[in-house]
């Protein structure tokens, strides 16, 4: 083992590992046990750029478990979007501050701040080029379309049509994504439609997709999504 390359590549395996494990919804308590273990890990390795990393998935989780004031907003014990963020855009570190936005995203729509959840998809896309390959990409294309989905039921004509584009245009992608890997991909894609279906008031084609979405999320393991 070489005593650089080698140790750098753990930092970006531990990111890969904890992010996978928290969008595939495992345990909360798991995922809080392992990446406090693996920010240890990178902190005593002294990579700065993975430790920030890890701080982000790991703020999410604990915002999931109930650990922050606000759930929607990044600010707790691990991570302060309000100190951290400014600091990661002057350093140029678009790829964590990609995640960053693409979580507090994630986190807006869970919680039902739909409108916040939009907005900040939109900062977010400006930064996807830094994940270009990696999930958080399909994460933000997911989030972003449930997101105009929840909005576009209360939206006007000329709105509900405007966001009904966009989900068209985030779907042509997540339908390519789920015809090369299905097993991650296809219970999302599946999601997305029932609640377009939905929304145009197709409900008896909305069951029947959420049927199959939920019975692929149960099949792969995706317990958030399921």
């Not at 936005?101 to 907005?119: H, I, N």
């Not at 994940?131 to 709105?159: I, K, P």
């Not at 994504?177 to 296809?186: C, M, T």
């Amino acid at each position: 083992m070489s005593e650089v390359g080698d140790l750098e590549y753990v930092g970006y395996a531990v990111n890969s590992y904890l992010t996978h494990s928290l969008y595939m919804g495992n345990p909360l308590a798991e995922v809080e046990r392992d990446s406090r273990r693996y920010l240890a890990l990178v902190t005593r390795l002294k990579h700065e750029f993975q430790r920030t990393y890890v701080r982000v998935s790991l703020q999410m989780t604990l915002n999931l478990e109930g650990q922050a004031a606000d759930p929607r907003r990044m600010v707790g014990e691990i991570f302060d979007e309000t100190v951290t963020v400014p600091e990661l855009l002057a350093a140029n570190n678009m790829t964590t501050a990609c995640l960053f936005y693409v979580s507090s995203a994630t986190l807006s729509y869970l919680f039902g701040d739909y409108q916040e959840a939009l907005r900040i998809c939109g900062t977010a896309s400006g930064y996807l080029n830094a994940m270009l390959g990696q999930v958080t990409v399909v994460q933000h294309n997911f989030y972003e379309s449930l997101s105009r989905l929840a909005l576009a039921a209360e939206a006007s004509d000329e709105e509900r049509d405007e966001h009904l584009a966009h989900v068209d245009d985030n779907q042509a992608k997540l339908k390519q994504w789920s015809l090369h890997a299905p097993e991650n991909f296809h219970h999302k894609h599946a999601l997305v439609v029932a609640e377009r279906n939905r929304v145009t008031g197709r409900h008896t084609e909305a069951m029947g997709a959420y049927d199959e979405a939920i019975e692929a999320a149960s099949k792969q393991g995706f317990v958030g999504d399921e």
